[in-house]
C-alpha cells in the first residue's frame, strides 16, 4: 500500500498533464461532439455528409466521403470544431463499410490544427503517416508530439485516383491552463569534451523562428513530458540527448536572463506559475535563481508597471530535476512576460503550466515555493529507484542458495499470515462485547474498491444507552441528519496571559476547563427540528433549529435586489449538485449598499463578489433551500462571517451575492509562504509571522462563537473555507465544496453525499451527529491546518476509508487511534489546546467562547 502511495504521488507530481493517461474520447462516438460542429470541405451525397463521420456508427451510408474521385494533389477535410482547447492525444479512424455495401477507405492522411480557426498548423509526424488497410478495422494513432488546439481538420491522402471515405474519432482531455502561445529564445547546443552533444531546441515547436527567437506556437514545454535527472536521457526513442529539455547559455545571451512571453485564450486570475527544471549542477545546469513577472490585461495594452518577483533558494547538494512553484499573487492578466535569471552557466526547461482559479486540477501535488531541499517527487523517485537496484541484484553462481531461501522466505510469510489473520479473529471476537453496549449489533464495512461505506443493522428499533449519557441513540449514518445544538451563551471571559515569547502572546489554555465551558444541561432538538441548508452547491453550510427558519418572513431580509446586468462575469468558482458559484465584478455596487455597506475601501478597484446561482432546473426543494439560505444568511452580520450584500430574486435564475475576499481561501495563502525567518527576508520569501498566525485563528473563533450563539453548526469549518483579503481579515464562507481544487479533501458515501470526513469528529463520522461540538473538533484540525501552513493534508498517510476505521478505533476506545501531530512552529499550549478539541468526551472539549478567549491578543 505504501509503494502504491509512493507511486500515485510520484505520478501526480511528474506533470500537470499526462499524455499516458489523456487519452478519453472526444465524442464522434457517442455524439458529445455535435453534428452542428462537424464540417467538411464537400460531400459526395447527403447520406455521406460529415455528420456521419463517426466511429463505429453505421448511419446514413455509412461515413463521410468527399464528392468525386479524391486525386493525389486534391485537398479535402474533414473538419472537427471541440469548442474549447483540448490536449489531443490520439487519432482513430475507419473506413466505409456500409453493412457490407461499401468498401472506401483512406491508406494515408494528414493533420492540421488550429487554437483560433484562423491559423491552421500542420502536424509534423516523425514517425510516418498510416492510415487504415481496409474498411472496417479502426487504427488508432498516437500523436508524438499530441496536439494542443480547438479545431482540427482530417486530410485524406491518396497516391492514385480513388473514391476514400472516412470515420474518426479523437481521444485526449480539455486544455484547462488557456495558453495558446509562447515566445523564447531559440534554444542552444551544449558541447563539453567528453560528453555528448546536447542539442536542447523546442524541436516540437509549432510557432515561427524569426531572429533566433520562437514565437506564436506551442512546443516541448506544453506537452506533459518532463525531463529526467540526468538531461541526456530522453523518454523517447530515435532522438538526440537533450530532446526533452529547452536549454539556454547565459555566457551567449548576455543579460543574464531569459525572458519568456504568455498568451492566454482569455483573461485569468493566476495563482502560481509551475516551472520544470533541471538542476544538473556537477554540468553547470541550475535551477533559476530568481524571475520577475509582468502582466497586461489585454494583449493591445501596455504590460503593468509593477511585477511579481520570486527569488529561489538554490539548492548545491540534490541534482534532482524538479517543479519550482511561483506565486502569482491573483494578478489578473491575458498576457505574462516572465524573466527567469541565471544562477549557473546553463538553465533549461521541460514543462511550464499555470494555475488559476479556474483551472486547478485535483492531480497537482501542493505547491512548493522554494527549493532549498530536495523535492517530494525526486525524493520518492530515489527511493524507488534503490529499491529496484536492490529487488534486482542476484547471485547466478549461487542459484541453489537463492531458490532455498526464497522457499524459506515463503514459508515463513504463510505461517505470519496465519497468525495475523487468527489475531484478527480473536480481536474481533473480543470487541463484540464492548459494542454491545450500544443495545445494537453494528458492522462497518469498508471497501476501498468503490469507496463506500456499508453500514448493516438489524431491523431493531434503536434503544437509549444507559452507560453513554451523552449520546441518546445510535443510528444508522445519513449525511442529512444534524444532532442538538449545544448553546455558548453567557460563558465567563478567561484570563489571557500576559507572557510574551518569540514576540507574540502564546495561547493560555490553564483556565479553559470544561465546567468553565459548557453548561450542565444540553437542550436537545428532535430530528425533525433540524433544517438543513442544502445550498447552491449541493452543501450545508449550516444546521439551524426549524423554529429560526419558520420564524422569518421577507421583512426579516434586510438585502435589497440588485440589477442583475450589472453583475459582469469574472470566472467560475465552482459547481455542484443544484447550481454554480461564480466571482463576478458588481457595478456600482457600492452606491447601492449606501452608508451601511460591509465592504472596506476599495480605493477605486473593481468589486469582486461571489455569485451564488442557482440552476433554472433545479427541483422545488432545492429551490426552497436556496430561498432558505437567503433568509439565514441575510441575519448573519458578524465580521468574520461572508456577509449576504444583495439578492437577485425577482426572476430565474435566483441569486445571492456575497462578500469575495481579493486573498483568496486560507489553505492557498498560507501554503504559498513559509514562516518568517532571517532567509526569508533575504531571499524576498513571501512569509507570515507567529502573530499572523494566531490573530487568523482567533478571527476564525470569533466568527463560529458568533454562529454557535445562534445554534448555527457548519459542518464544514476549515482552511479552504476562510477567506481572507489584503489587511488579512478573516471571513467564514461555504465555497469549499464546490471547487474541484479541494475535490480530494471530501469523501463520497454511497453516492449520496460528500463529507470532509479527515475534519469530522468521530461522532459525526460513526453516528451521524453535526453539533457545535464537532464543530470545535473541525477548528482544532483546522488550526493544525494553519500552523503547519496547510502544506500537508490531515492524516495526509491515511486513506480516506483508514481515516474513517480510525475514528471507530476511538469510538470502541482500545486506544489505537492516531492523531495529528504537532506542527513544528505551534507552542505547546497551543498543541494542548488542539487535543482538547478532539477529546472523545463531548463535556471536555472546549467552547468556541473559550477558544477565542485564548486566542485572542492580550489587552
Not at 504568455?262 to 549542477?281: C, E, G, I, L, Q
Not at 499573487?329 to 491575458?334: C, I
Not at 495529528?820 to 463531548?842: G, K, N, T, V
Request: charged share 20%; glycine share 6%.
Amino acid at each position: 500500500m505504501l509503494l502504491y502511495l509512493l507511486l500515485v504521488l510520484q505520478t501526480k507530481a511528474n506533470a500537470q498533464i499526462d499524455p499516458a493517461h489523456c487519452r478519453y474520447p472526444l465524442g464522434m462516438e457517442d455524439g458529445r461532439i455535435k453534428d452542428t460542429d462537424i464540417s467538411a470541405s464537400s460531400q459526395w451525397y447527403e447520406t455521406t455528409g460529415p455528420q456521419f463521420a463517426r466511429l463505429n456508427r453505421e448511419e446514413g451510408d455509412g461515413a463521410w466521403c468527399p464528392a468525386g474521385p479524391l486525386e493525389p494533389a486534391d485537398v479535402q477535410y474533414l473538419q472537427l470544431d471541440l469548442r474549447q482547447l483540448t490536449f489531443v492525444t490520439v487519432v482513430g479512424t475507419q473506413g466505409r463499410y456500409a453493412r457490407s455495401s461499401g468498401n472506401e477507405f483512406a491508406r494515408m492522411y494528414r493533420l492540421d490544427y488550429s487554437r483560433d480557426g484562423r491559423v491552421w498548423i500542420s502536424w509534423t509526424n516523425r514517425l510516418g503517416k498510416k492510415g487504415n488497410d481496409n474498411a472496417y478495422t479502426s487504427v488508432i494513432k498516437d500523436l508524438h508530439p499530441p496536439v494542443i488546439a480547438r479545431y482540427l481538420r482530417i486530410i485524406p491522402v491518396t497516391a492514385i485516383c480513388t473514391t476514400v471515405c472516412m470515420r474518426v474519432e479523437l481521444y485526449g482531455c480539455p486544455w484547462t491552463d488557456g495558453l495558446i502561445a509562447y515566445s523564447t529564445p531559440e534554444g542552444q547546443i551544449l558541447s563539453s569534451p567528453g560528453h555528448p552533444i546536447a542539442t536542447l531546441n523546442d524541436s516540437t515547436y509549432d510557432g515561427v523562428l524569426e531572429r533566433r527567437r520562437l514565437s506564436g506556437g506551442l512546443g516541448q514545454l506544453t506537452d506533459g513530458v518532463t525531463g529526467q535527472d540526468d538531461f541526456l536521457q530522453t523518454h523517447q526513442y530515435n532522438v538526440w540527448p537533450g530532446y526533452d529539455y529547452v536549454g539556454w547559455s547565459n555566457d551567449s545571451l548576455g543579460p543574464g536572463y531569459v525572458e519568456v512571453e504568455f498568451v492566454f485564450d482569455r483573461m485569468r486570475n493566476f495563482t502560481s506559475m509551475k516551472v520544470h527544471s533541471n538542476n544538473m549542477f556537477s554540468r553547470g545546469v541550475k535551477i533559476f535563481s530568481s524571475v520577475s513577472c509582468w502582466f497586461k490585461p489585454r494583449l493591445i495594452a501596455d504590460w503593468e508597471a509593477e511585477p511579481v518577483e520570486f527569488h529561489t533558494v538554490l539548492d548545491d547538494r540534490n541534482p534532482s530535476a524538479r517543479y519550482v512553484t511561483v506565486p502569482l499573487g491573483w494578478r489578473t492578466a491575458k498576457g505574462l512576460r516572465c524573466r527567469f535569471f541565471f544562477a549557473d552557466v546553463w538553465m533549461m526547461f521541460s514543462e511550464i503550466s499555470f494555475r488559476s482559479v479556474n483551472s486547478a486540477i485535483p492531480t497537482q501535488s501542493p505547491p512548493v515555493i522554494t527549493s532549498s531541499h530536495p523535492t517530494e517527487d525526486s525524493s520518492m523517485r530515489t527511493t524507488l529507484d534503490t529499491g529496484i537496484i536492490y529487488g534486482a541484484s542476484t547471485d547466478d553462481n549461487s542459484t541453489s542458495i537463492l531458490i532455498g531461501c526464497l522457499v524459506t522466505i515463503i514459508l515463513l510469510l504463510v505461517v505470519i499470515i496465519f497468525l495475523i489473520l487468527w489475531c484478527q479473529y480473536v480481536c474481533k471476537v473480543l470487541e463484540k462485547a464492548p459494542r454491545r453496549i450500544l443495545k445494537e449489533e453494528q458492522t462497518v464495512r469498508l471497501s476501498s474498491s468503490s469507496d463506500t461505506i456499508v453500514l448493516q443493522s438489524p431491523p431493531v428499533p434503536p434503544r437509549v444507552s444507559q452507560m453513554d449519557p451523552h449520546y441518546e441513540r445510535v443510528f444508522l449514518l445519513d449525511p442529512q441528519y444534524q444532532g442538538p445544538a449545544v448553546p455558548r451563551n453567557n460563558l465567563p471571559e478567561l484570563s489571557q496571559s500576559a507572557e510574551a515569547s518569540g514576540g507574540y502572546a502564546e495561547p493560555d489554555v490553564t483556565q479553559c476547563t470544561p465546567h468553565q465551558c459548557f453548561q450542565s444541561s444540553v437542550p436537545h432538538y428532535a430530528e425533525t427540528d433540524i433544517v438543513s441548508l442544502q445550498g447552491v452547491t449541493g452543501s450545508n453550510m449550516y444546521a439551524v433549529p426549524a423554529v429560526t427558519v419558520d420564524s422569518l418572513t421577507r421583512k426579516d431580509i434586510s438585502v435589497g435586489e440588485f440589477p442583475r446586468h450589472r453583475l459582469h462575469f469574472r470566472e467560475k468558482l465552482g459547481e455542484g449538485q443544484f447550481g454554480e458559484v461564480h466571482l463576478c465584478e458588481a457595478e456600482g455596487l457600492l452606491e447601492f449598499l449606501g452608508e451601511n455597506t460591509p465592504l472596506p475601501e476599495w480605493d477605486g478597484r473593481p468589486v469582486l463578489v461571489a455569485v451564488k446561482q442557482l440552476r433554472p432546473d433545479a427541483t422545488n426543494n432545492a429551490r426552497n433551500d436556496f430561498l432558505k439560505e437567503i433568509k439565514i444568511m441575510s441575519r448573519l452580520k458578524d465580521p468574520n462571517i461572508i456577509r449576504l450584500l444583495c439578492v437577485c430574486v425577482s426572476s430565474d435564475p435566483l441569486c445571492m451575492v456575497t462578500e469575495y475576499m481579493e486573498n483568496g481561501d486560507l489553505n492557498m495563502f498560507l501554503s504559498q509562504r513559509e514562516m518568517e525567518s532571517t532567509l526569508t527576508h533575504a531571499n524576498n520569501i513571501p512569509s507570515v509571522s507567529m502573530s499572523d498566525l494566531l490573530h487568523m485563528s482567533a478571527q476564525i473563533s470569533s466568527g463560529m462563537r458568533y454562529l454557535a450563539s445562534l445554534n448555527f453548526v457548519h459542518r464544514d469549518l476549515a482552511t479552504r473555507n476562510c477567506l481572507l483579503d489584503r489587511r488579512l481579515t478573516i471571513k467564514i464562507a461555504d465555497f469549499g465544496m464546490s471547487r474541484n481544487l479541494y475535490s480530494s479533501d471530501y469523501y463520497r458515501i454511497q453516492g449520496r453525499a460528500v463529507l470532509p470526513i479527515r475534519w469530522m469528529a468521530w461522532e459525526s463520522i460513526l453516528l451521524g451527529k453535526f453539533t457545535t461540538a464537532s464543530d470545535v473538533w473541525a477548528f482544532g484540525v483546522t488550526l493544525w491546518e494553519i500552523f503547519t501552513l496547510c502544506k500537508e493534508q490531515p492524516y495526509s498517510l491515511l486513506t480516506d476509508e483508514q481515516v474513517i476505521e480510525n475514528s471507530g478505533e476511538f469510538f470502541r476506545s482500545q486506544g489505537r487511534q492516531i492523531f495529528l501531530s504537532a506542527p513544528p512552529p505551534c507552542p505547546p499550549s497551543l498543541f494542548e489546546l488542539m487535543m482538547r478539541c478532539w477529546s472523545r468526551d463531548i463535556s471536555n472539549r472546549p467552547s468556541f467562547n473559550c477558544l477565542y478567549q485564548a486566542l485572542r491578543p492580550p489587552r
